[in-house]
Structure formats: C-alpha cells, structure tokens
C-alpha cells in the first residue's frame, strides 16, 4: 500500500512538472496569456473575499500581478512576437477586444475599491464575474 502511494505522488510530481521537464520556454508568448489567467484568478479570489468581507483596500494590490503580465504581453506584442491562445485562435481578434473591456473594468473596480464605494465595488465585481463566464464559453468550451 505504502509503494502505491508513493508511486502516485511521484507520478503526480512528474505529471506536473511535464512542462519544466521537457524545456517549455516560459516566457513564450502563448503562455503570457496563461500566465494573465493565473493571475486573474488570484485576483478574483482575493476580490470576492474583499467584497464578502468588506475590505475593499485588498483588492487593488490583487490586481498588480495581472498588470504586469497585461504590460508582458504588450511589450511581446511590440517585439513583433505572435501571442496564441490556448484555443480558438480564429477568435483572436475578439478575444482582444473581450480582454481591452474586461481591462478596462478592472480599473473601475480598482477605483471603486480604492474610494471604499463598496456598491459599485459590488457591482463590478459581479460585472466581471460576467464577463470571465461569457469569454470562457466562447474561448474555452
């Protein structure tokens, strides 16, 4: 029983590491977009946590991450590299505007958290909720 467990947690590990493994190149252009997501969903997290527990001063510094992987891509686009979605690539140019609105967005929440309005913090919050639901049907399923 102890071998099967360790065989499964090291499978696991390996599993895992799959990319580093093999020498994925993590500053790839297709995976700043990955790497954007990630820090999205740290943020939102942190964002519904602000707005359940009324500590709207938590959520501006959630979103740094997710600005500094908006300004990775940006900078990679104005190297000439090609930025490729995980999927749907065909899509890319809505994708672009989806992810311009949702961006701008932010920066209302950003600002309502930052001036303690905690209605329209609400209210954004639930807006982007939205709008990560709508581009996930359209990008992911």
Same mark, same amino acid.
């Given at each position: 029983?102890?071998?099967?467990?360790?065989? &499964?947690?090291? +499978? @696991?590990?390996?599993?895992? +590491? $799959?990319?580093?493994? &093999?020498?994925?190149? #993590?500053?790839?252009?297709?995976? +700043?977009?990955?790497?954007?997501?990630i820090a999205l969903d740290k943020a939102f997290k942190v964002t519904i946590d602000a707005v359940v527990l009324? *500590?709207?001063?938590?959520?501006?510094?959630?979103?740094?991450?997710?600005?500094?992987?908006?300004?990775?891509?940006? #900078?990679?686009? =104005?190297?000439? =590299? #090609?930025?490729?979605?995980?999927? =749907?690539?065909?899509?890319? #140019? @809505?994708f672009i505007g989806l992810d311009n609105r949702f961006h701008k967005e932010v920066e209302i929440l950003i600002?309502?958290?930052? !001036?303690? %309005?905690?209605?329209?913090?609400? !209210? *954004?919050?639930?807006?982007?909720?939205?709008?990560?639901?709508?581009? %996930?049907?359209? &990008?992911? $399923?």
């Amino acid at each position: 029983m102890a071998k099967k467990i360790i065989f &499964f947690a090291v +499978l @696991t590990l390996a599993i895992s +590491l $799959n990319s580093i493994a &093999f020498g994925a190149d #993590k500053d790839a252009p297709q995976d +700043l977009v990955i790497k954007e997501m990630i820090a999205l969903d740290k943020a939102f997290k942190v964002t519904i946590d602000a707005v359940v527990l009324n *500590q709207p001063d938590k959520i501006p510094p959630a979103f740094e991450e997710v600005h500094k992987m908006r300004e990775d891509i940006k #900078k990679a686009v =104005k190297e000439g =590299k #090609k930025i490729t979605l995980p999927k =749907k690539q065909e899509r890319f #140019k @809505t994708f672009i505007g989806l992810d311009n609105r949702f961006h701008k967005e932010v920066e209302i929440l950003i600002e309502s958290a930052t !001036k303690k %309005h905690m209605g329209r913090v609400q !209210k *954004q919050a639930n807006r982007l909720l939205g709008l990560c639901v709508r581009c %996930h049907a359209m &990008f992911r $399923n």
